[in-house]
């Protein structure tokens, strides 16, 4: 769930980007319809850098276990020897 939302999130920052380089490089500015969709596509991405970067930081902070490195499950796993 949480790598398809981080796909979508990607994908849409680069037609938010095609957009923006459209009206910045192309002939965006001069068709009314393409220069909103571009200021909207600007507003865009913003939002979306803000949300890749919360939803990555929250991935990242769920992993993190509190003792100085990442989720390790075996770590806590003692063996035993056993002596004649």
Not at 17 to 30: H, L, Q, T
Not at 51 to 61: D, H, Y
Request: aromatic content about 10%; proline content about 2%.
């Amino acid at each position: 769930m949480g790598f398809g939302i981080i796909i979508l999130l990607r994908v849409l920052f680069a037609a938010s980007m095609v957009f923006i380089i459209g009206y910045v490089f192309g002939g965006f500015s001069k068709n009314p319809s393409l220069r909103t969709i571009t200021k909207i596509a600007s507003i865009l991405v913003i939002v979306l850098f803000i949300a890749a970067n919360v939803i990555l930081t929250r991935i990242a902070v769920r992993q993190w276990n509190g003792n100085g490195h990442w989720c390790d499950r075996n770590h806590e796993v003692k063996t035993e020897v056993q002596r004649p």
